[in-house]
């Protein structure tokens, strides 16, 4: 199931894609239909809340998708404003598992492999209140001062847990999304200089979407973890375009550490929610901070890239759809 958040007519609805990714279907149109009421309007409160939802919920997703009923309560995806699908999740943290792109960043700046990568998943907290989906990203002029996007994709847990076992972590993800943790470097490297952080270098904005796509969908794209390794893996397309042109490449198999092994960790002496979010970290080439280093080792005199007022970035993958968002002066 593909779930979507938008706007129309005046009334925010979180509904279902059709089958061909051209129609959305609001649930509460499709409640009101059957003389019910869906009392949701975003993801984590269906997530939170949806026991006595749940079964209905996928008896309209059949319904509409192998018999075509509720058809005419469908909304073309092009005509309404697409939201993030999550509005205000219970908590964002943020992963560092694609080995490629921690040893790129890490030779362009002349340091060796960190051997702790091996050892444990690492993540950060983010913050949970700046969350945006597609569209303007307004930023302050600080933000501008080597502003960057990351390439990622982000799952959101529908079950509570505590250490929980990374062999059944994958059974308390409900869904995944395509995630940009836009990035500011002058500020974050600031900071982090103190050893803490990021902090203000990635607290104005994290966009997700366009839509929550359930594990099922990805079945088709299963593959392999990493050898020695536990938890799902797919082996799904991943790509962003600035200003039209392709930049970064990737796959979601490429990470080193999977999701259920992050969740292990997350869940290590404290109690994990649903509704709570939890990202990759950047796909190997998926930020300018590691394509303009890459270039430079390169070529020294190479001019650097970073996002300007207007910039348009759009981040694609297989089943999760296309994140398109713009720069734009707060």
């Excluded at 509005?87 to 921690?102: E, I, K, M, N, T």
Aim: proline share 6%; with cysteine.
């Amino acid at each position: 199931m593909k779930f979507v958040r938008f706007l129309w007519q005046g009334e925010i609805s979180l509904g279902i894609l059709s089958r061909d990714e051209q129609f959305v279907l609001s649930l509460a149109a499709a409640a009101r239909a059957e003389g019910r009421i869906f009392p949701f309007q975003d993801a984590e409160s269906y997530i939170q809340h949806r026991l006595p939802y749940e079964s209905w919920v996928e008896w309209v997703h059949r319904r509409y998708h192998e018999k075509g009923d509720f058809e005419e309560y469908q909304i073309p995806y092009a005509v309404v404003k697409v939201l993030s699908p999550v509005r205000r999740p219970v908590s964002l943290r943020d992963g560092y598992a694609f080995r490629q792109h921690v040893e790129a960043a890490r030779r362009n700046r002349g340091l060796e492999m960190i051997p702790e990568f091996d050892q444990f998943p690492v993540f950060y907290f983010s913050n949970a209140l700046a969350i945006t989906g597609p569209g303007c990203i307004y930023v302050e002029p600080r933000h501008l001062e080597k502003l960057d996007f990351e390439l990622e994709v982000a799952v959101i847990l529908g079950q509570s847990g505590r250490n929980i076992p990374a062999h059944k972590a994958d059974n308390y993800i409900f869904g995944y999304m395509l995630m940009n943790d836009w990035s500011a470097r002058v500020l974050q490297m600031e900071e982090m200089k103190l050893n803490l952080g990021p902090a203000k270098g990635k607290d104005f904005a994290t966009s997700l979407g366009p839509w929550l796509v359930t594990p099922d969908e990805l079945e088709p794209y299963r593959t392999s973890p990493p050898p020695g390794h536990v938890g799902s893996a797919y082996k799904i397309a991943l790509q962003a375009e600035l200003n039209g042109s392709p930049i970064s490449y990737g796959y979601l198999s490429d990470m080193s550490w999977t999701f259920a092994e992050i969740l292990e960790r997350v869940s290590y002496g404290v109690e994990v929610l649903p509704g709570e979010i939890i990202g990759s970290g950047t796909v190997g080439t998926g930020c300018l901070l590691e394509i303009n280093g890459t270039r430079k080792r390169q070529g020294p005199s190479t001019p650097e890239t970073w996002l300007q007022e207007g910039d348009e970035v759009l981040l694609v993958g297989q089943e999760l759809g296309s994140l398109h968002n713009r720069i734009c002066k707060a």
